[in-house]
């Protein structure tokens, strides 16, 4: 079982939508979370950290952390087609970062 | 203030050959991170150094790879006799002490081997 699993779309919006990107993980000691976002032929950009459970916001960015069913979430509100890219989530534990896979959305003008 | 430099950006090499990646971490990070990303396969660890130290290195295939971080210059990541299998993009990540929401990654070396 991978220690950060990511359903890899593709998802694709119309401008303005409300996008719901999800992962779950399988490592209890796992406390910090992320959500990097990147674009094509890039190199991922920290778009949220996040401490334990609950809900951190940001702009038009949410995250949302449920340690009780090991569950991350990142809401994207009036999303623009500028936020068109790959969102991973990731954990660490020590010293590694583990990554999901990505997902990869577009918004559609 | 100059972000996580990766070069080259883009390395072909043919089967058999050396790659030397690059990665100078950002000013005032001592620590230094290199993942490789496959497609559809997302970001996987390879090693953790600090200057003159590996830290980690429980990523890192046991044969032809190997890394340093030196006391002055770049981290290297070095793969001998390249195969196939690792064109790949290889990021290089960097954070300060202790500083685990600083980290940066660079945009990738792009590797494809012939």
């Known amino acids: 079982q991978k220690e950060v699993e990511q359903d890899p779309g593709p998802l694709s919006v119309p401008e303005g939508a409300i996008v719901s990107l999800n992962c779950t993980y399988s490592n209890s000691a796992f406390q910090y979370f992320m959500w990097y976002r990147q674009y094509s032929r890039k190199g991922p950009e920290l778009l949220m950290y996040t401490y334990s459970s609950g809900n951190k916001e940001d702009g038009r960015f949410t995250a949302q952390v449920d340690k009780s069913s090991k569950y991350i979430s990142l809401f994207i509100r009036d999303s623009q087609p500028s936020d068109s890219a790959t969102y991973l989530c990731a954990s660490h534990t020590g010293n590694q970062f583990y990554f999901g896979t990505g997902t990869s959305l577009t918004v559609i003008p | 203030n100059a972000g996580v430099m990766q070069n080259p950006r883009h390395l072909v090499r043919r089967r058999g050959q050396e790659a030397r990646l690059r990665c100078s971490p950002m000013?005032?990070?001592?620590?230094v991170y290199w993942y490789r990303q496959l497609p559809e396969e997302g970001l996987k660890f390879m090693v953790y150094?600090?200057?003159?130290?590996?830290?980690?290195e429980s990523g890192m295939p046991k044969e032809r790879f190997s890394a340093e971080f030196p006391k002055e210059g770049p981290s290297i990541l070095r793969i001998q006799q390249v195969v196939r299998g690792d064109s790949a993009a290889y990021f290089c990540?960097?954070?300060?002490?202790?500083?685990?929401?600083?980290?940066?990654f660079g945009s990738g070396t792009r590797l494809t081997v012939v």
């Open positions: 150094l600090q200057k003159e130290n590996i830290i980690d």
């Open positions: 990540a960097s954070s300060p002490p202790g500083g685990v929401r600083g980290y940066t």
């Open positions: 000013k005032g990070h001592s620590h």
